[in-house]
């Protein structure tokens, strides 16, 4: 099965790209085009991945009988704002603007609307929607967000009366009952979706318009749920590329700690509570010297409320304590090495006393990679501030709201 698609380049804003149904599939008169809207980088990722197919996927879930084209347009606003309406109003211009059918926004922000964490809307009278993907959850965030594509879609496309208006759902064929996926739920059954829910409300500006609205119902564990989110957009996989420098200093620094038998003597007599507590210390310096090296530190503005502030410096210290982790996996692995080519047995055991085994070694590394990271990675220049600022959900905003006014 292919696809139609442009040339153009996803990373241009001021184009779309398009992606069709089969062209052996039977046709029908009626065409959709429906527009999807994400915010640059990690939304735009997923907006181009699910695109290939969400053509044949929507003739399946939603209505077998049109053809669904699927047009996807990367903004900077859509990542720069965290007001539902603004978000909703801007789609519905980009909707008008390219004369799609319906449209959709992909935005990487939390949304809060009367104290309440927003995961998606949909409005079938404006015929647009979005969805906040972080409010998803980490992990697995594509099929979650497939999964949204289509609710909002069928809500967008069918309606969604309030349950206590049953006439118009009488009229409706069973065919279009069984595409309009009759649930509440936003994504499909799974043990996530038990643990934090998502709830379904009815909400109407006015008389015409039928819109819903999808909430973390529980503050707990809908904040779990976003940070994670949060943290996977900021990509810290992204960051540890930045780390080269810090890991060459650290490591020259603990190699020079083993030549001197004193380490080998702590990590022999340290107890296991010790070695955690060091480490943790370690990475807790670490993490605190980058934001203020940096000034990650996101502060209350006019602009910005206080919990979105919050939620915000708590999704950077998730996501550096993510980078710094697998930094420490790195020098921890490279350390184990250096102690078994370079600390010879003999020698080891005439310093302690007694046979050195496997965890004689690894206890060696472990108190090496915590001694480095204290005493010399600390010191060190990350190679790319840009990489690290962009960790930062106030820096992005800034920047790509800059973006906007360029273009």
Known sequence: MSTQQSTTHPHNEEHEKTYTEDESSPKDEKTIILGLVPAPELAEKFAYKLADNLPNLLNDHIDEHIEWEIKVLTDPLTGGTEDAEEIMEKTNEFKEDHNWDYAICITDLPIVSKGRMVVAE??????????????????????????????????????????????????????QMRKQRETDRLVGKSLTERLSPIEKTHFSEDEDDNGVRFYNKHKSTGRI??????????????????????????????????????????SDGYSILRFIALMITAMIAMVVWIIVAHNLWEKQNSESSKYLVTLYNSATLLTLSVAVLF?????????????????????????????????????????????????????????????????????????????????
């Open 122 to 175: 949909a409005s079938n009278e404006r015929k647009t929607g979005f969805i906040s993907f972080p409010s998803l959850g980490a992990f697995p965030l594509q099929r979650r967000l497939r999964e949204s594509i289509f609710q909002l879609t069928s809500e967008i496309h069918y309606g969604s009366p309030a349950p206590e208006d049953n006439k118009e759902e009488e009229k409706k064929t069973r065919s």
């Open 225 to 266: 749920r976003l940070l994670s989110g949060m943290a996977l957009a900021n990509s810290p996989w992204t960051i540890f590329s930045s780390f080269k420098s810090v890991i060459a200093v650290a490591f020259a620094t603990g190699s020079y700690g083993l030549i001197f038998p004193t380490l080998w003597q702590l």
């Open 327 to 407: 930094y420490y996996l790195v020098i921890f692995v490279l350390f184990l090495l250096a102690v078994i080519l370079f600390v010879p047995g003999n020698i080891l055991e005439q310093t302690l006393g007694h046979s050195p085994g496997v965890i004689t070694y690894i206890l060696l590394a472990w108190l090496a990679s915590s001694v480095a990271t204290l005493a010399g990675s600390l010191g060190a220049g990350l190679e790319s501030e840009e990489t690290i600022l962009n960790a930062t959900y106030g820096y992005r905003q800034k920047r790509r709201r800059q973006e906007k006014q360029e273009n």
